[in-house]
Nanobody
């Protein structure tokens, strides 16, 4: 069993930055592929970024590539999402998720555990 708690969301102006954090509890965190997803009002949840457990390989949605960076600290059981050059289109609830199988880092259905989410609002 893994519990995930996100923090770091808030209101930021376009062009600004935020760093989201995801704290995990439970065993074997280092063996989980971790992902960040987001859901904007009226839209489906979508993949934002993922990081594998074995080599720390990172993956990004095209819409955030070059602006967002995912990282993990296995010793602290933490995952981070550094978000730069934020745009109004980035406004959403951001959730972290854990996947033990690592079979589909982009796929919502591959993830076993989810956090409650943190709101990110980009507006002037």
């Amino acid at each position: 069993q893994v519990q995930l708690v996100e923090s770091g969301g808030g209101l930021v102006q376009p062009g600004g930055s935020l760093r989201l954090s995801c704290a995990a509890s439970g065993r074997d965190f280092s063996y989980y592929t971790m992902g960040w997803f987001r859901q904007a009002p009226g839209k489906e949840r979508e993949f934002v970024a993922g990081i594998s457990w074995r080599r720390g390989t990172t993956y990004y949605a095209d819409s955030v590539k070059g602006r967002f960076t995912i990282s993990r600290d296995n010793a602290k059981k933490m995952v981070y999402l550094q978000m730069n050059s934020l745009e109004p289109e980035d406004t959403a609830v951001y959730s972290c998720a854990a996947d033990l199988s690592g079979s589909g880092i982009h796929e919502i259905g591959s993830y076993d555990y989810w956090g409650q989410g943190t709101q990110v609002t980009v507006s002037s």
